[in-house]
């Protein structure tokens, strides 16, 4: 074996050894790629609810702060549940965007202004996305006694705290 082929078979040694790296590089770069896609996407259509009191008008917004439109079927309180729950034969829409009009409204709980101590309260709302995926979302809240005046006179009424918890993906039904 002369110089030229021992050179020539180091040279082709020293190449294998080169693609076999390069294909185990290229492997572990495709399953990062995989990995950022994969998180992108659940970004892209990640489901959130903001819960937003209105003791002006006796209501809770719904701010919808995900990326896909969602539908209200349903609310349950733990608050007076009996009088409280309420769930839908049609969806309320609660349209995808990123202002204060991507919303929906729910009336506070009934007699909330009729409490005499500091009351703390959840909320489930049971809701669905346009892909069919159906969702939980979870709030609490506290309710405090106050007095407001109405007509120039003192009448009871209630301060209201409330905030989101999660929501998660759940097979509910009524």
């Not at 829409?93 to 007699?111: E, F, M, V």
């Not at 809240?141 to 989101?164: C, H, L, Q, Y």
């Amino acid at each position: 074996m002369d110089v030229l082929q021992i050179l020539n078979t180091i040279f082709t040694g020293f190449t294998v050894i080169v693609a076999i790296i390069a294909v185990i590089l290229a492997f572990k770069i495709g399953q990062k790629q995989n990995e950022i896609n994969n998180r992108l996407l659940s970004l892209q259509d990640y489901v959130a609810i903001s819960f937003i009191p209105d003791s002006r008008n006796g209501v809770i917004k719904l701010l919808n702060t995900g990326k896909s439109n969602l539908y209200l079927w349903g609310f349950d309180w733990s608050f007076n549940s009996a009088n409280n729950n309420y769930h839908y034969e049609k969806a309320r829409l609660i349209s995808a965007g990123t202002n204060d009009s991507s919303y929906y409204w729910i009336p506070l709980p009934k007699n909330i202004d009729k409490i005499s101590t500091t009351t703390n309260f959840d909320i489930k709302l049971y809701l669905e996305d346009d892909y069919g995926n159906k969702w939980v979302s979870e709030g609490g809240g506290e309710a405090n006694p106050i007095k407001i005046m109405s007509d120039e006179k003192e009448v009871p009424a209630a301060a209201i705290t409330i905030w989101s918890y999660k929501t998660y993906k759940d097979k509910w039904s009524f």
